[in-house]
């Protein structure tokens, strides 16, 4: 995690970037029967992205803080047991895909009501991106 602060006029800036590299996702679905390793591949019902970042952007102002925050899912393998019906020869082949990167910004703004009581307000995937396809 990386955090930079800086004042400007009438209050505040803070913006802190946060970021997680996975190398190694290694566990054992049945005792005895061997290893998985998930990062990057859709593999069991599940997947480990390599790569997960967020940047926050905050601006405070006596009782009011607002955020901007953008986030990001690197791209990873789709399950490998897919297939689909080859027409030309009539026999299901196996299909690999490869599901794209994904980024999503989030909006909040927050009050200070009270001492004790804050209400925020907020907006996740503030642009509504579409996640891309993954035929799991």
Known sequence: DVTYRAPFTGGNYKTTFFGTWIWKNEYEVVPGQGFFDDVG???????????????????????????????????YDDDRDNSVLDLATNQFVSIERNVKAYMTWDWQTQWQLLKNLKVTFGIFNLFNEKPPLSIT
């Open 41 to 75: 591949k859709f593999i069991n019902g599940g997947m480990t992205a390599p790569l997960r970042l967020r940047w926050n952007n905050v601006l405070s102002s006596g009782d009011w803080e607002h955020t901007i925050a953008v986030n990001y899912l690197s791209s």
